[in-house]
């Protein structure tokens, strides 16, 4: 069953707290992408991945960190420095070859406490 | 500074009309356009691609692109309640997509 997992789905963090967000495909894509969605907003780009070990940030990395040690997995840690992390968190990924479409993971949603 | 603009609606039609959604773009560069689906609390679903200039239909779906107006649009025909969400465009240039805010659409029974 190919597809993006993302867990867990609900997260609640105390202020000062780090925590990481999972996202996982099995589509081979090359390519992945985190984005923060907030209520009636569009989807904003946190951090992008085109191959293993390479990583570049987007719009809105301050506060967060990535890593991209295999293919399939692209994980985001939420840092205590990001002042406003409430949001709804969003994985995607697609193939580098033969047209891009992105596909999106389930979805993380973080709640500050 | 590289923007995709939508209509944030939101947009009403009665069951069985025509919905009819539309986008802008900045960036002539943007290559590949898409539409998005996103029900409330769910993550975004592909519903349409178009690359090149003209109409491409798909079902109740049909998505038309004209690059020199740099002008994306969806019309989805016998609108079904089913049908009420948020529709996202976005522009594929590079590496990245660029996405609009959306339009919530309601079809009323």
């Known amino acids: 069953d190919g597809g993006i997992t993302q867990s867990p789905k609900y997260l609640f963090r105390k202020e000062g707290q780090n925590v990481t967000l999972s996202c996982e495909q099995n589509?081979?894509?090359?390519?992945m992408y985190w984005y923060r969605q907030d209520p009636g907003q569009g989807l904003r780009l946190i951090y992008y991945?085109?191959?293993?070990?390479?990583?570049q940030k987007g719009d809105i990395a301050e506060g967060y960190s990535v890593s991209r040690e295999k293919k399939e997995s692209f994980p985001l840690t939420v840092t205590s420095a990001q002042k406003n992390p409430t949001a709804f968190y969003l994985c995607a990924s697609m193939p580098t070859r033969g047209g891009g479409t992105q596909y999106f993971g389930p979805g993380t949603r973080l709640t500050v406490l | 500074q590289k923007e995709v603009e939508q209509n944030s609606g939101p947009l009403s039609v009665p069951e069985g009309a025509i919905a009819s959604l539309n986008c802008t773009y900045s960036d002539r560069g943007s290559q590949s356009f898409f539409w998005y689906r996103q029900y409330s609390g769910k993550s975004p679903e592909l519903i349409m691609s178009?690359?090149?200039?003209g109409d491409k239909e798909d079902g109740r779906f049909t998505a038309q692109l004209n690059k020199a107006s740099q002008y994306v649009s969806l019309l989805i025909r016998d609108s079904q309640p089913s049908d009420s969400a948020t529709y996202l465009c976005?522009?594929?240039?590079?590496?990245?997509?660029?996405f609009g805010t959306g339009t919530s659409l309601t079809v009323i029974p």
């Open positions: 589509l081979n894509h090359d390519a």
């Open positions: 991945s085109q191959i293993v070990n390479d990583f």
């Open positions: 976005a522009a594929h240039e590079g590496n990245q997509f660029y």
């Open positions: 178009i690359y090149s200039n």
